[in-house]
């Protein structure tokens, strides 16, 4: 049995440094978890942290990409994707593509 993709959605993008590695380490926390319970786990905020932040609308549209290809099953979305405009593009994006939305309990 394969085990199932899941890609981590939540922020990343913050006014201030700090807070872009408190999402960071969010996500990767959620990520433990996931990948402990049996997933193999897709975690763009640790995949692209070296890049600037001019490089946030092709990072941006290398995750939908993802998402478009069929090579994630589900999209794991992390609390506080309300104020994230990328969250929310991968979100609809998974919907379209009939891919599986799951959401962190708060």
């Not at 049995?1 to 999402?23: H, T, V």
């Not at 402990?36 to 490089?55: E, L």
Request: overall charge negative.
């Amino acid at each position: 049995m394969s085990r199932k993709r899941i890609f981590i959605s939540g922020p990343y993008s913050a006014d201030l440094k700090y807070k872009i590695w408190d999402n960071i380490a969010a996500a990767e926390k959620v990520g433990r978890r996931l990948a402990k319970a049996g997933y193999d786990v897709i975690i763009p905020h640790s995949m692209y942290q070296s890049f600037d932040d001019a490089d946030y609308d092709m990072i941006l549209a290398m995750c939908i990409r993802m998402i478009e290809s069929g090579f994630i099953d589900i999209v794991y979305v992390l609390k506080g994707y309300e104020t994230s405009s990328g969250s929310l593009k991968e979100i609809a994006t998974a919907q379209a593509c009939d891919v599986e939305v799951l959401y962190e309990e708060a």
